[in-house]
């Protein structure tokens, strides 16, 4: 675990210096995206969604809900809605068009765990400390970890948001346990 912290923090101090700059170059944003068609129901008060931004290589961030719990580890989301005092609290749709800032390609898996399982990964949410930058993905999937309606999904010391959606594609796959949408509610 160590290591793995090691190696991504020295990774972001080499990326850092292209990052603040980035601006500068043409073309950088200076158009706005746009608008996705966003389409998607609210978590129902027993259901877990996981949402996957991957907007870029190895993805952009991991989130994840539990009924209306939101976690958005090491996420800048609660902290920005936060600054308007009218905000009402995260949603599912509000936090899938915080997602497209990044671009559309943004996925949401959805499943409905058993009563027991559904109580322990929110108490798993209510109980995690604080995520270093780029550890979105491990934290989601350690929540997750050893539990139904997620088999193969286990405990890691490092992964990328890409990583976490193509392990659920395959869960969602051949498991048929769970769904994954797009912004616009159809299939993925």
């Known amino acids: 675990m160590v290591r793995a912290m090691t190696c991504a923090l020295l990774c972001l101090m080499l990326l850092a210096p292209g990052v ?20 998607l129901a609210e978590p129902d008060a027993d259901e877990i969604v996981v949402v996957i931004n991957d907007n870029a290589l190895g993805g952009n961030h991991a989130g994840l809900f539990a009924g209306n719990l939101l976690i958005d580890p090491a996420g800048s989301y609660m902290g920005m809605r936060e600054r308007d ?5 995260p949603s599912l749709a509000d936090y899938a068009h915080y ?13 409905r765990p058993d009563t027991q399982t559904f109580k322990t990964i929110a108490s798993r949410m209510r109980d995690a400390g604080p995520t270093p930058p780029l550890f979105c993905a491990v934290t989601v999937q350690n929540l997750l970890a050893g539990l139904a309606p997620f088999p193969g999904i286990e405990s890691v010391g490092f992964t990328t948001p890409s990583a976490l959606g193509r392990r659920l ?20």
């Open 99 to 111: 997602q497209t800032t990044d671009g559309p390609k943004v996925r949401f898996y959805r499943f």
């Open 169 to 188: 594609d395959t869960l969602v796959r051949q498991g048929g346990t769970g769904e994954c949408q797009r912004l616009d509610g159809t299939p993925c």
């Open 20 to 39: 603040a700059r980035a601006q500068e170059t043409s073309g950088w944003l200076r158009e706005p995206l746009p608008a996705a068609s966003i389409h």
């Open 85 to 89: 005092k009218a905000w009402p609290g």
